[in-house]
């Protein structure tokens, strides 16, 4: 007999499995303005959150700069292509 789920973290496991990450990754190529510009509006940061991930890009090669579901990251990425930054989703 199977156990039912019961309680308010039923489906905790079902719900962090769908949360992905947009991962953004250092280049040679683009300016520090033009990269936390990017990250306000493409990824709604404040000013200082996106500079913070900018220097973790920078001395780090890559910073997680999103989570959410995968419908919600996939136009961030596009957007973040379209602008000529290396991104991916994991």
Known sequence: MQKEKSGP???TKEITEDLKELIL?????NTF????ETLVEV?????LQAEQCAMVVHF??????KTGSLTELKPRK??????????SIN
């Open 25 to 29: 990754y250092n280049d040679d190529v």
């Open 60 to 65: 780090n090669g890559k910073c997680a700069v």
């Open 9 to 11: 973290f039923q489906d």
């Open 33 to 36: 303005d033009f990269v936390i």
């Open 43 to 47: 990824c709604q940061h404040d000013p």
């Open 78 to 87: 596009q957007e973040m292509t379209n602008r000529k930054l290396t991104v």
